[in-house]
């Protein structure tokens, strides 16, 4: 290895591998961290589903239950990221839904925590841990999450029928959609 022509094609080759080295240790630790994200998203789903499954019962108003499972779907759906973006550029007070459906939950809320906090406060479990396992699975609308839990506990009726606008939003968009492609 005399010749400098081969030595700097043997630094070049050192190089190259130092560089691919490198990029597969940081793929690896990025594959690692999303790794951990689906394991936490899993275990928050488990306690979400374990939440929603207490709140089955004869006590929980109908109107509730439905809140609660469309909750659950919505946190679910793989088209949510593109809905929680729109989040922070749509006034959701303007989305048009029925509001008999929406003073309905209101009111069976309402009468639901006073005679049953406990199941009142599975809606709420269910619904951050709904929220934890969407941020982790998809984290590029973590920022939203502080704000969002701190009003689910604070006004759990109230971002359920955010939730519920935002739903029938995204369901009257999609099927705009559909039918525009149609």
């Given at each position: 290895m005399n010749d400098p022509f081969e030595f700097s094609v043997?630094?070049?080759?050192?190089?190259?591998c130092a560089f691919a080295s490198m990029f597969i240790q940081e793929r690896a630790k990025r594959h690692e961290h999303k790794r951990i994200k689906l394991i936490a998203a899993s275990e928050a789903l488990k306690k979400h589903f374990e939440a929603m499954k207490e709140l089955d019962s004869d006590d929980t108003p109908v109107e509730v239950l439905e809140s609660a499972l469309q909750f659950s779907a919505f946190f679910c759906?793989?088209?949510?990221?593109?809905?929680?973006?729109?989040?922070?550029?749509?006034?959701?007070?303007?989305i048009d839904v029925d509001?008999?459906?929406?003073?309905?939950?209101h009111h069976a809320f309402q009468e639901f925590s006073r005679k049953r906090p406990d199941l009142a406060a599975k809606f709420?479990?269910?619904?951050?841990?709904?929220?934890f396992a969407y941020v982790q699975r998809w984290p590029k609308c973590s920022h939203l999450f502080p704000d969002m839990v701190v009003e689910i506990v604070a006004h759990p009726a109230t971002e359920v029928d955010k939730v519920y606008r935002l739903t029938r939003w995204a369901d009257l968009k999609a099927s705009r959609s559909v039918a525009a492609h149609a």
């Open positions: 043997a630094i070049s080759l050192v190089t190259i759906n793989t088209e949510t990221p593109h809905v929680i973006e729109h989040l922070t550029c749509e006034d959701v007070a303007k509001l008999n459906k929406e003073h309905a939950f709420t479990e269910a619904s951050i841990y709904g929220l």
